[in-house]
């Protein structure tokens, strides 16, 4: 057992880390580092079915957290999405595959329609890892794809009651479900019992859990937090299953009623670092479950199914996105994230074996279908995000010069929140002025504020030179890229000599590079208000207002001298480091000199006052 736990991990640990370097994400190394431990290339691990039964509580740890994060009103207002979208997505998605093994394939209605229930699922694991991973779960795109998969887990429990009245030989529920506590019963009785254990769950969550885990926080034991928190969970997955429920569903309902609990955020810290375990697992598992010698057998068939699966349910997706209404940007990334098949399928594959409702080389083409189109949901998602990069530097053209306004005042070269300041100030003494900024989406929200900014890259002499640089007084160049910066100040210095330039500092290494380049009007951009509010704090500090303004004046006027004189030692490491110490030694005795000689000042005011 130790000795498999180490195959693991260090799979893990090497396969993970080369994928996230390449920009694979850590899901797809996972899936890589199952495949490279697999029986059919290096051989370190056998069957995964023991495996893939533990490693599936991984996703039960992550929909409990994932209830963590939604608040029941929060829910509420999903409910449409859970119930249209994903009640939609299932019942389209398994016709079409039923209609394709039925008619095209000649499968047994019984098979073609468990096939198509199986593989209506998706991947719960895979995309809720991956959305979270790139940031993008709190999208429109992200909260509709939960809410489809939601609904597919709640849709697993129908589907495991249906499957048996499917099968080619006789039903025995004891046989088949042992562990089931109440299949003796009748489904009137199964169904009364799975709403009390459910309502109990919620009740429990609500009234119970809080007192528990304040009487644990009291022993001040982490440990004993963490084992409670695990408990909780496992307690909960166990009771679901045992009533023939699905465990990720109970503690998904656990996770929510939790959500507004005073300990949810210990409750994130304890679970998510087994989650994160359970789920590498699981991924593991599925990598290593890939049966490459049927693979190469099967290869046409296998690939056109998998290229079928994710087309048939991306346009399924795709149609239900526009029906509706999701944002153009949102669409495509709802209709990738969810075509692929789901870890449910192997729980279902394994009853319908069972069942005789598919044969054993049903079941293993089945598996490896859905195991591929797992592996390559990352792979998708990455051309996705790439798609997204490339569209992204395809920004559109800049404003023609015929469309640029000339000004004789002031021209400013970047419009974000620095140039603001500065050009609302100037327009407000009535002072006419050329705007270029080169961020499509900062142009397009001061249009909409009807901010007359064009569109374009004051580095191009045409552009600027459109902007009136020939006539124009001074330029201030406020974009927040410092190579950008003194590319500008170099245009304009070769050729509009005459324009006086005005630029934005980025830090002090900046100020000497401008500074190099022959630039003395300037600004470092953090510089005046980390000293204003400096002086603020000294004022709460106790110190008079006149002498906190005194100290921050000459704290400015020494630091400005400094910048000065330090220029000229600047890139000399050894006396730039001689010179800063001595500047910062001069400081403190100028700033001791000012409070001796008010010190004496005051002394003297308070004796003149007296003799009177």
């Known amino acids: 057992m130790l000795e498999m736990a180490v195959i693991y991990l260090v799979a893990a640990i090497v396969a993970v880390p080369v994928a996230k370097r390449l920009g694979l994400g850590s899901v797809l190394g996972y899936l890589l580092a199952g495949i490279l431990i697999s029986p059919n290339l290096l051989g370190l691990v056998g069957d995964q079915t023991s495996v893939m039964h533990f490693a599936e509580f991984g996703v039960v740890m992550m929909l409990f957290l994932v209830g963590l994060e939604l608040q029941p009103e929060r829910l509420w207002k999903l409910r449409h999405s859970i119930l249209g979208l994903g009640g939609l997505q299932v019942t389209f998605t398994t016709a079409i595959i039923f209609s394709i093994c ?122 004993i937090f963490t084992v409670t928190a695990l408990l909780l969970v496992i307690a909960i997955a166990l009771l679901m299953e045992r009533i023939g429920l699905s465990p990720a569903l109970g503690t998904f309902l656990a996770g929510v009623v939790l959500a507004e609990s005073e300990f949810r955020h210990e409750l994130e810290v304890d679970i998510e670092p087994f989650k994160g375990l359970l789920l590498g697992l699981f991924f593991i598992t599925v990598g290593a479950s890939i049966d490459f010698p049927l693979l190469f057998d099967k290869f046409a068939f296998v690939s056109f199914s998998v290229l079928g699966l994710i087309l048939v349910k991306a346009g399924i997706l795709f149609m239900l996105a526009n029906i509706f209404k999701m944002k153009s940007d949102q669409k495509l990334l709802f209709t990738l994230a969810l075509a692929q098949g789901g870890e449910f399928a192997f729980v279902l594959l394994s009853l319908t074996s069972g069942l005789l409702v598919t044969s054993p080389e049903q079941t293993k083409i089945i598996t490896l279908i859905v195991a591929i189109s797992m592996l390559c949901a990352p792979l998708i998602i990455m051309a996705y995000e790439k798609s997204l990069t490339i569209s992204s530097k395809k920004d559109p053209e800049f404003d023609s010069i015929e469309d640029i306004e000339p000004t004789k005042n002031v021209i400013i070269a970047g419009y974000g929140r620095f140039g603001q300041i500065v050009g609302r100030l100037l327009t407000a003494q009535g002072y006419h002025l050329s705007i270029l900024d080169h961020s499509p989406s900062q142009v397009e929200l001061l249009r909409r504020f009807d901010s007359k900014v064009f569109y374009g890259d004051a580095a191009r002499q045409d552009l600027l030179e459109a902007s009136g640089a020939k006539e124009a007084k001074i330029i201030v160049i406020a974009i927040d890229e410092p190579d950008k910066i003194l590319e500008i100040v170099e245009l304009v210095h070769k050729h509009y000599p005459k324009l006086k330039i005005f630029a934005r500092a980025t830090d002090r290494r900046h100020a000497y590079e401008l500074m190099y380049l022959g630039v003395t009007c300037f600004k470092r951009e953090t510089f005046d208000s980390a000293v204003n509010l400096g002086v603020e704090a000294l004022m709460v500090l106790g110190n008079d207002k006149a002498d906190a303004i005194r100290a921050g004046k000459i704290f400015t006027d020494h630091d400005n001298e400094s910048l000065q004189i330090l220029a000229d030692v600047w890139g000399d490491d050894k006396s730039y480091g001689i010179a800063v110490k001595q500047r910062v030694e001069d400081l403190k005795q100028v700033l001791d000199n000012d409070k001796a000689q008010q010190k004496k000042l005051n002394s003297c005011q308070k004796q003149a006052k007296s003799k009177f």
């Open 102 to 223: 039925f008619y095209t394939l000649n499968l047994a209605w019984q098979t073609s329609l468990s096939v198509g229930l199986m593989l209506a699922l998706s991947s719960t694991a895979i995309v809720l890892q991956t959305l979270t991973e790139k940031g993008w779960i709190k999208q429109d795109a992200g909260q509709n794809a939960f809410s489809v998969l939601l609904f597919q887990d709640i849709a697993v429990i129908p589907i495991l009651a249906i499957l048996p009245l499917l099968a080619f030989k006789e039903f025995s529920a004891p046989e088949t479900d042992s562990h089931n506590l109440i299949s003796h019963l009748p489904v009137y009785g199964q169904v009364g019992v799975s709403l009390i254990v459910i309502s109990f769950i919620i009740l429990a969550g609500k009234y119970i859990s809080a007192p528990l885990f304040r009487y644990i926080a009291e022993t001040r034991l982490r440990e």
